[in-house]
């Protein structure tokens, strides 16, 4: 299988709905909520591309783009962007739909870098060399 089979196949989709739980004062999701939803969906879309044990090691940048009000839907997209050694990107978009109405719209936009690790915590290489 080539790379770019690889990121495809590991392409990882989620799709959640806002409830009041989980927004702020201005009946909208908390960033650090969706920062969380966010960083989940690149672990699986790395784990899947690798499937090796990963870490979050950072994100880049993170741009809230649009508000995602209480009971809308939401779908995150985490697909890989580039692999390193030991390293892997994944950028993540957080697209919000109203619940009972046709509309879709990308609110949200972040870069994760995910370090691949083995059992004492040290990076190992993401991709074996035949």
């Given at each position: 299988?080539?790379?770019e089979?690889k990121?495809?196949a590991?392409?990882?989709r989620?799709?959640?709905?806002?409830?009041?739980n989980n927004t702020n004062h201005?009946d909208?999701?908390?960033?650090?909520?969706?920062l969380s939803?966010?960083d989940?969906t690149?672990?699986?879309?790395a784990t899947?591309f690798?499937?090796?044990?990963?870490?979050?090691?950072s994100?880049?940048r993170?741009?809230?783009?649009h508000?995602?009000?209480?009971?809308?839907?939401?779908?995150?997209v985490?697909?890989v962007?580039?692999?390193?050694?030991?390293?892997?990107?994944?950028?993540?978009d957080i697209?919000?739909?109203?619940m009972y109405e046709?509309?879709?719209?990308?609110?949200?936009t972040?870069?994760?870098?995910?370090?691949?690790?083995?059992e004492?915590?040290?990076?190992?290489?993401?991709?074996?060399?035949?």
């Amino acid at each position: 299988m080539t790379i770019e089979e690889k990121i495809q196949a590991s392409e990882t989709r989620v799709f959640k709905t806002v409830f009041p739980n989980n927004t702020n004062h201005y009946d909208t999701l908390f960033g650090g909520t969706a920062l969380s939803m966010m960083d989940e969906t690149a672990f699986i879309a790395a784990t899947r591309f690798c499937r090796l044990r990963l870490v979050t090691v950072s994100t880049d940048r993170i741009d809230f783009t649009h508000p995602i009000p209480a009971g809308s839907i939401i779908e995150l997209v985490g697909r890989v962007e580039t692999v390193g050694n030991t390293s892997i990107k994944v950028r993540v978009d957080i697209y919000v739909e109203k619940m009972y109405e046709e509309s879709r719209e990308k609110a949200v936009t972040g870069i994760f870098t995910l370090v691949a690790i083995d059992e004492d915590h040290r990076p190992v290489k993401i991709l074996s060399t035949p």
